[in-house]
């Protein structure tokens, strides 16, 4: 069974910091093959690439959040981190954990939801103005 399990989010105040970690297990292949991203999305808003991970530790990463948010993986424990520093209000949102087979993705695609296969349940990040 695949999984991609995300924890650390709940309730910040503005300015404050939360770092999001996502535990995969069951992935068809070794760690390192696959690409890690993380998303977030609401029903108002489409998904949204915020930051992708390969397994040599390149970063691909949005505009929106660069500068405040920081990706990082650690391949001992299958996990990958998103640490989220002066969160606004505007970041509300859930956070998915996804990742695919890094030989399936063409450059430029690191931040599109469409090309990834595994995905997590979600957490919820709350950042209060």
């Known amino acids: 069974e695949i999984q991609l399990v995300e924890s650390g989010g709940g309730l910040v105040q503005a300015g404050g910091s939360l770092r999001l970690s996502c535990e995969a297990s069951?992935?068809?292949?070794?760690?390192?093959?696959?690409?890690l991203g993380w998303f977030r999305q609401t029903p108002e808003k489409a998904s949204e690439g915020l930051s992708a991970?390969?397994?040599?530790?390149?970063?691909n990463n949005a505009d929106s959040v660069k500068g405040r948010f920081t990706m990082s993986s650690d391949h001992a424990r299958t996990t990958v981190y998103l640490q989220m520093n002066n969160l606004k209000p505007e970041d509300t949102s859930v956070y998915y954990c996804?990742?695919?087979?890094?030989?399936?993705?063409?450059?430029?695609?690191?931040?599109?939801?469409?090309?990834?296969?595994?995905w997590g349940q979600g957490i919820q990040v709350t950042v209060a103005s």
């Open positions: 996804a990742a695919t087979a890094i030989c399936e993705i063409n450059d430029g695609q690191e931040l599109q939801p469409a090309v990834y296969d595994y």
């Open positions: 069951g992935l068809p292949g070794r760690f390192g093959e696959f690409l």
């Open positions: 991970i390969q397994g040599d530790g390149r970063t």
